[in-house]
């Protein structure tokens, strides 16, 4: 193993190398959710707080996003070329999962990756990883076109949905999906793309969100297509009145509205709201936003249908978000679903007689979903597959269960009824 040290270039006044200000905030990123069990949206802000380059922001981004896709197959590449195994905390290992990232992915030459995280460790350490990652280099280490999920998610997954469920889900994760992008009005003909269902379109991943035309001028909303299906079994509003609890960040929102329905938005969360309204403001689209914990607000009157898009362990959505596979275990998924279960009990008492409810989680867990449902009580009123795109088939019990695969995030969704034998929660 060679342990000599590289020279340093580019070095800046303060004696670092250029662009290490994002490799250090990339390995901030990591520890926050591998260490911290935090979750990679919500801590960009404090991990990049010290970026003044949108371009370093993003590489940061990008560089933490790839080591989570891709972190089985990192840590075995990195096992292959030690002499013991590193421990799973320390630095050296994220270090250079951070740099096999960036050359074996994102496409940075070998030396910028290596020159640009070796300011990141001192010492024996940095020696370490000088040593190992060279080793890597000179062997021609490739990652598997398919990733390896990790081993708690492969053994969960795998129990519940079998194993062609987890060969897909595995392929779903191997690159970024396409942009699915919801439009407001069903007769939209401007907006380009692949049409997958009404009021739809899917473009390649990497555009620009807001360079699209229609943007400026509110014509859609980014939601994958698995996402946007719980609005649609509720039909069209005709002036009726929906719930949408738990609502921010809005695009079931303005589905709902944009259907015909008087729309009132329950969100517990002031940030989250926020941006609800701003995304109400740049579609044009109204509903009345209620700023509220559903467990305890309750509306003024019965309302004619609700969707409930139930907190979850949001482990469907793993394409866009792979750090929920990496730190959701078994106890967030049960007082999850115990929180669902309340949530539905509570909810299903504000509908009007024969009003109908939609719960949906974007989670792979039967247990945030199947069983939350059959342990209601509830009667299902069963979707047809006439009201699924993408040849989608409901379950023999009436629920829709989507397992997810390249381009398509994993979901649950129900509708079920009140009649009049329900007590009102």
């Not at 069990?37 to 949108?54: E, K």
């Not at 050359?103 to 995280?117: D, F, S």
């Not at 469907?316 to 279960?341: M, W, Y």
Request: aromatic residues 4%; glycine residues 8%; contains cysteine.
């Amino acid at each position: 193993m060679d342990k000599s040290e590289p020279t340093r270039t580019n070095a800046t006044p303060e004696g670092e190398i250029a662009g290490a200000r994002a490799r250090v905030s990339a390995l901030r990123l990591i520890d926050a959710v591998l260490r911290q069990g935090q979750r990679l949206d919500t801590s960009v802000i404090h991990a990049t707080r010290n970026l003044t380059l949108p371009e370093d922001r993003a590489l940061a981004i990008a560089i933490s996003t790839e080591v989570l896709r891709h972190l089985p197959d990192l840590d075995a590449m990195i096992d292959s070329a030690t002499e013991k195994p590193l421990p799973h905390d320390v630095k050296a290992r994220s270090v250079l999962r951070l740099a096999l990232a960036q050359a074996l992915i994102l496409g940075t030459p070998a030396h910028a990756a290596i020159a640009t995280a070796l300011p990141l460790v001192l010492g024996g350490p940095r020696r370490l990883v000088h040593g190992v990652f060279g080793t890597l280099m000179r062997r021609g280490a490739l990652l598997p076109e398919i990733p390896t999920l990790p081993a708690e998610v492969m053994e969960r997954w795998t129990k519940a949905w079998g194993p062609e469920a987890l060969e897909n889900a595995a392929k779903a994760i191997a690159a970024p999906p396409p942009l699915d992008l919801a439009l407001r009005d069903e007769n939209e003909s401007e907006i380009e793309g692949e049409q997958l269902a009404p009021n739809h379109r899917r473009l390649p991943r990497g555009l620009s969100v807001t360079a699209l035309p229609g943007y400026e001028d509110g014509r859609f909303w980014v939601q994958n297509i698995a996402a946007q299906i719980p609005v649609t079994l509720l039909g069209k509003g005709n002036g009726r009145t929906v719930l949408d609890l738990c609502a921010a960040p809005g695009g079931k929102t303005m589905q709902l509205a944009a259907t015909g329905w008087n729309v009132i938005a329950v969100e517990q969360h002031s940030g989250r709201i926020q941006r609800l309204r701003e995304n109400l403001a740049r579609t044009g689209l109204t509903a009345e936003i209620v700023e509220a914990d559903v467990m305890a607000w309750e509306p003024a009157a019965p309302v004619d249908a609700i969707l409930l898009d139930a907190p979850c362990t949001a482990t469907g959505i793993f394409a866009r978000h792979p750090d929920v596979l990496h730190r959701i275990g078994a106890k967030d998924i049960a007082s999850l679903s115990a929180l669902q279960g309340r949530m539905l009990a509570r909810a299903i008492g504000w509908l009007k007689p024969d009003g109908q409810l939609v719960y949906a989680t974007c989670s792979m867990e039967p247990e945030e979903g199947e069983q939350v449902i059959a342990a209601s009580g509830l009667t299902v009123d069963p979707v047809r597959a006439d009201e699924l795109p993408l040849g989608l088939v409901p379950a023999p019990e009436g629920w829709v269960r989507i397992l997810p695969k390249p381009g398509l995030d994993g979901f649950f969704m129900a509708r079920v009824k009140r009649d009049q034998a329900t007590e009102v929660a």
